[in-house]
């Protein structure tokens, strides 16, 4: 049986919704939806898509080295913007990491995020090889 790994950020918010920054299962993690929310609870790069989005990223990046992982092993990602026409600076920040990863990729516009500073949300599967 595969041992459930929870991985915290230490955000106040986990315990209030209950969630985690990462799962890990098995060769499996789940990374959470990820803004650009400091430690302290402020928002990073408000007005600017391409630091939210590289700020989100760095934080994933975090997680998978706290699960056992780096960026290497992201097979999918899924970037939740709240305004597609700024898709270029986001894919740019995006490209910065994964430029010779290639993970399979969606960027969907929604309506809104927690706050309406936020304009990027992105999470991320990873698939650690054994």
Known sequence: MNKRIN??????????VGYSRAVRVGNTIEVAGTTAVDEE????????????????????EKALQAAGASMK?????????TDISKWEEIGRAHGEFFREIKPAASMIEVKGLISPELMVEIEVTALVSI
Do not use: C, H
């Not at 609870?41 to 994933?60: H, S």
């Open 7 to 16: 991985i915290s950020s230490g955000a106040k918010w986990e315990d209030i």
């Open 41 to 60: 609870g402020k928002t990073v790069g408000v007005n600017n898509p391409y630091e939210q989005a590289r700020y989100a990223l760095a934080k994933i």
């Open 73 to 81: 092993d992201v097979v999918r990602t899924r970037i939740f913007v």
